[in-house]
């Protein structure tokens, strides 16, 4: 008899089961454990309470990203508080043997960019990590995804974590992108169009001629939002552009392995008459440049839309969208584009690698940054800023009027220096528009691409970045 044809998920969480739980759930291996300072110092701390020591550090992997500074990162830091974690985790690293990317390793950067880059990420692999938007990793073709503080612990115990398998929905998207559409659009399209939550339960294969199409810096930038549709885990399957990018790579089968390793990171794709859960399709052709209006990444417009009405919207959504409009201090009916901002934001483990950087660069090039507007590029490891100023990226940036900082999450979340003031307006390129989520209770955050942000940052408005291509 055939065997059955199975998806990426079904191959990955077969090879890593080590046994069924009475619960109904799967004991999973976990090939890759990535920490980092915020989620890790309660979970060192009780497995200090269990008299319990780390499992596997040679599977484990930490780097500082969360609370270090952008401007100036010498030690020790203004913040007496992520002066706190960092030792922290350094102490903790020291004591079980995990290595460490600190600030002076040359590999630092944010989890989900250092993971990929240094090869560490790989196809077929079980990974996790004490952050939401661990299913980046899954652009390889591994399943990734983000656990709380006391299963960072248990992995940190055991290499292992008790999980229930989720079913598989296919988000195909065909055709082709038009020039200044970024993978970034196409992410907040299909956070649109499934809402929030619809993912809930389910791993996102992402796939059709666009994700085939896509470099794997685009890749990473559609799996890194699964989570904000409400997917835990989200992937693409491996393929030549995968075995390519991780060729030579510090932590990639060395040369005379890697052949044998492609033949089976190969053979973990999904077959080809594999059945899934649900299947989702999406025109390329039609996506435009998104723009978040409201408090959730669901909540978008194409950049030549008006911001919807709350009485057109689902029942179940309307009490949100009123609340997103009033705090926003939009109304509906008002065009998206020509949003005044005061602050761009372009950076994180979104949108923070060099293919971010040049897109963003393309449209600064040769401009100026609006009057009134503090914009910050921030590269998401040290090895991405090494290699946008060898290309000279920071000069047309400063020259442009931008901040060129150093590695780090900044101003995605408000956990360090990076922070927005009152009720500024800030075009982000990171992931999250939750109320507060950039530091400040009163400030907004309008989601878009890094070349969006560029354009929004030297017109000091929302504007169609297309118009500046031409
Ligand atoms: S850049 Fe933002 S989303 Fe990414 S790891 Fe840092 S805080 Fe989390």
Redesign the pocket.
Known sequence: MAAMAETLLDKVWRAHTVRMLPSGQTQLFIGLHLIHEVTTPQAFQMLREAGLRVRMPERTFATV??IVPTASQHRPFGDPLAEEMTVALVENCRAAGIPLFDLESGRQG???VIGPELGLTQPGMTIACG???TATHGALGALAFGIGTSQVRDVLATQCLAMAKPKVRQVRVEGKLARGVYAKDVILTVIQRLGVKGGVGYAYEYAGAVLEAMSMEERLTICNMSIEGGARFGYVNPDATTFEYLRGRPFAPPAAAFDRAVAWWRSMATDLDARFDDVVRIDGDTVQPVVTWGINPGQSVGVEERIPDPERAPESERGTWREALGFMGFKAGQPIAGTRVDVAFIG??TNGRLSDLRAAAEVARGRRVAAGVRALVVPGSQAVARAAEAEGLHEVFRAAGFEWRRAG?SM??GMNEDKLQGREVCASS??RNFIGRQGSPHGRTLLMSPAMVAAAAVTGAVADVRELLR
């Open positions: 990203d969360h944010i989890v989900h952050d939401s938007h994180s483990c999450c995605c979340l990171s992931n």
